[in-house]
């Protein structure tokens, strides 16, 4: 469709502010945003609806229109309805840029526009596709009206007798069709293992660069699985690594054979997953203050901030986490990374978005479930805040809260499938504090359980605080003969080598070990040839009889570190 259409629709109640000369441009399809930076997410072609919580001041307009141009974008829509009339600086970086810009009315919301352009752009519908989509505009709409997701999959069983639900990554049920008698009887619902079936034959399915929607059968019974992709990737739109979204992505899971269907009624369920991912990227914006929180108390604990100043952060942290809590909760602390074994792309927004779901109880349904966790991202690590309100025993210790042999319980499979030849994941969780005084120790310590989980076989690998006690918390009761002995009948080899032929093998086993086995990362930080690096361990191994492959022999590496 072209821009000057947009202006001839009164429903839209767009108003062109400049660019009169460029609305003759084809719209290729619709993004909402508000990233300082959304660049990552375009494509070309996009209108871009913003809100524009990104501008802090006037200075902030250039670099943001600078960005949209580059990326190719055909116009800018921004909403009166947080600041008013749109900004003039604004205005004037479009008018320099000659990048088309309107105003969207605060009576009008971006779902309306976001409907409206999916429609037009996917062409013409037949019959009852046309009615469908034109009942879509109340699904997503805010307030009472709106029925977000569920009310998407109601109308596409009533009207088009198609039994369909949304699914996490992980295989969480996010959204399903009300079990009503029909025709065919009334339908049982769509079981947990089934879910979790269909979520890793999907992450397979993209992570070998299938396009959708993929076909899978189970127990007979034939799915179409369809990507929900948010931040404007429409269904023509594939990121250029698959690997930045597809552990974040929901799912449309229909109970049918697409493979067998009309172009139109492909087209429309591809615009269906569109609306839907309306409702995804209302869940991250609403996710963004708790993230921030997250980002906040975890910059004071690394920086070594006094505990008061932490405590005080904490305190405003908790209403929003708990509200009508009343009283500072326990917290625990979980840390979590994605390290493809390319070393190539960044894992940190993935780390974060997928600690998120995989921190829900695997049993609640719904897009917002994950309302009382915080998760920050640094680097390719991931760390969550996660408060324990309940209190349960006499010495007043929080309950058991996250437990890590049964946090990936439920999604080791699809996390495997999407994982598989490709990366890993691995978690560790920290016991529980009371005060503001015990996250950086909480922190050191569930990064130290994610090095014991790296250590292991497998792709989707968790560790907790109880598996530390053993050696990590226990070191400063180790006599000093003991430790000397023990350094010395391990490293005293390397050490020696190191002084006779200076080949470094006490840094590069320290390296080989901070990067939990990964010959990739450890190359690339010592600037080797990977072959370069294989000779050195290979030397390490030789010279201490030890294999580090093993679980038990990079822990007495580990320790003989700490301890020399």
């Not at 767009?14 to 993004?31: A, F, N, Q, T």
Request: net charge negative; with cysteine; glycine share 8%.
């Amino acid at each position: 469709m072209r821009l000057r259409a947009l202006l001839d629709t009164d429903a839209l109640g767009l108003k062109l502010l400049g660019g009169e000369d460029e609305l003759d441009r084809s719209v290729r399809g619709v993004m909402t945003t508000d990233l300082r930076d959304p660049s990552r997410y375009l494509s070309g072609g996009e209108l871009v609806l913003t809100g524009l919580a990104w501008r802090r001041d006037a200075a902030d307009s250039e670099p943001f229109v600078r960005i949209l141009v580059q990326a190719g974008v055909a116009a800018l829509a921004a909403g009166e309805a947080e600041l008013g009339d749109v900004p003039d600086d604004l205005v004037v970086a479009c008018a320099r840029h000659r990048l088309p810009l309107f105003a969207v009315h605060e009576s009008v919301a971006f779902a309306t526009v976001t409907e409206h352009v999916v429609r037009q752009v996917s062409g013409e519908r037949a019959g009852d596709l046309a009615a469908v989509v034109d009942r879509h505009r109340r699904m997503m709409t805010s307030g009472p009206a709106g029925g977000g997701p569920d009310v998407v999959l109601d109308l596409l069983g009533s009207d088009l007798d198609l039994r369909a639900w949304v699914l996490s990554p992980t295989g969480r049920l996010i959204a399903a069709p009300k079990e009503t008698a029909g025709a065919r009887g009334t339908l049982p619902a769509l079981a947990p293992e089934a879910c979790a079936r269909l979520a890793a034959e999907h992450l397979a399915a993209v992570r070998t660069g299938r396009r959708g929607p993929h076909r899978v059968v189970l127990d007979r019974t034939t799915y179409s699985l369809f990507p929900v992709r948010g931040s404007g990737h429409g269904p023509s739109s594939e990121p250029a690594d698959p690997r930045e979204t597809m552990l974040a992505d929901w799912l449309l899971a229909v109970e049918a054979d697409a493979g067998d269907w009309a172009e139109e009624r492909l087209d429309l369920l591809q615009g269906v997953t569109q609306l839907i991912a309306v409702e995804r990227d209302r869940r991250d914006a609403a996710r963004t203050v708790r993230r921030r929180l997250a980002h906040e108390v975890l910059e004071l604990v690394q920086t070594g901030a006094a505990p008061a100043e932490i405590a005080a952060r904490l305190r405003v942290a908790a209403p929003v986490l708990l509200p009508g809590l009343g009283t500072a909760p326990h917290w625990q602390v979980v840390v979590a990374r994605v390290e493809w074994e390319d070393g190539r792309g960044d894992a940190g927004p993935v780390t974060q978005a997928l600690l998120e779901e995989i921190l829900v109880d695997p049993a609640s349904t719904g897009p917002e479930p994950s309302d009382r966790i915080a998760v920050a991202h640094t680097g390719d690590e991931a760390v969550a805040l996660v408060p324990l309100p309940s209190v349960t025993d006499e010495h007043d210790e929080a309950g058991p809260g996250v437990l890590a042999d049964a946090l990936l319980e439920s999604v080791r499979g699809p996390l495997t499938a999407g994982l598989d030849g490709d990366g890993r994941l691995t978690v560790g969780v920290s016991a529980a504090v009371h005060s503001a005084e015990g996250l950086r120790g909480a922190l050191e310590e569930a990064r130290h359980a994610r090095r014991v989980a790296a250590a292991r076989p497998g792709r989707v690998c968790a560790a907790g605080h109880q598996e530390l006690a053993s050696h990590v918390l226990l070191l400063p009761f180790v006599p000093d003969d003991v430790r000397r002995a023990f350094t010395a009948r391990l490293l005293d080899p390397l050490r020696e080598y190191d002084r006779r032929h200076r080949a470094e093998l006490i840094p590069t086993l320290e390296a080989f070990l901070d990067c939990d086995g990964s010959w990739t990362r450890c190359a690339t930080r010592l600037h080797l040839h990977v072959n370069t690096l294989r000779y050195r361990v290979g030397r390490i191994e030789q010279l201490t009889g030890r294999d580090l492959s093993r679980l038990e022999d990079k822990l007495d590496f580990f320790l003989a570190l700490r301890m020399s």
